[in-house]
């Protein structure tokens, strides 16, 4: 289906989640993320690109928990210090996976994912096909309650800009 077709279709709230086919964990623990090797940051820089083909399988939980780290982990414990920069530290990003096993809610300071909702909601996240059967979704939302130290009007603004820096985390990780 084409895109035009599938944002008609989610207006009109024709597409729904798919059922699951088996019973998905409450909780996955994610490993320790790896935070050694890797390439050098320019050179990460040089291959980041957008993909809409992917490799057919799970990712690997090793995979699975770098990737959300990188996005919304913690990175200096005592402080709670997280990866990505939020304005005023309101953390107002919430990471959610998105996957075929159902809809997970990240925790980092547990590092692990919670089961949000019981279905595979991927190919209601977007509008592109590809997102449909991705092994991983991420769906990053603001919740403006933690903002309070935010002027009203610059909350939405401030909330994309630490979405974004998640984001780029992501696609650095990824190259």
């Known amino acids: 289906m084409n895109t035009l077709t599938k944002l008609a279709m989610g207006l009109m709230g024709h597409l729904a989640p798919r059922p699951l086919?088996?019973?998905p964990d409450r909780?996955?623990?994610l490993p320790t993320a790896s935070i050694d090797?890797?390439?050098p940051l320019m050179q990460a820089l040089a291959q980041r690109q957008s993909r809409r083909q992917f490799k057919p399988g799970r990712l690997e939980p090793q995979?699975?928990?770098d990737l959300l780290w990188a996005a919304a982990g913690i990175n200096?414990?005592?402080l709670g210090g997280r990866t990505a920069p939020s304005a005023m530290n309101?953390?107002?990003i919430v990471l959610y996976a998105a996957m075929a096993e159902g809809l997970y809610r990240y925790e980092p300071g547990l590092h692990q994912l919670r089961l949000f909702a019981a279905s595979d909601v991927r190919?209601?996240?977007?509008y592109q096909d590809f997102v449909d059967d991705a092994d991983?979704?991420?769906i990053f939302v603001a919740d403006h309650s933690r903002m309070s130290l935010v002027p009203a009007a610059q909350r939405v603004a401030y909330a994309n800009v630490a979405a974004g820096a998640m984001a780029q985390n992501v696609y650095l990780y990824c190259a």
């Open 21 to 23: 086919t088996g019973t």
């Open 27 to 29: 909780v996955v623990t």
């Open 37 to 39: 090797g890797g390439m």
């Open 63 to 65: 995979t699975l928990g």
């Open 76 to 78: 200096r414990s005592k």
């Open 90 to 92: 309101a953390q107002e």
């Open 123 to 126: 190919r209601v996240t977007g």
């Open 136 to 138: 991983l979704d991420l």
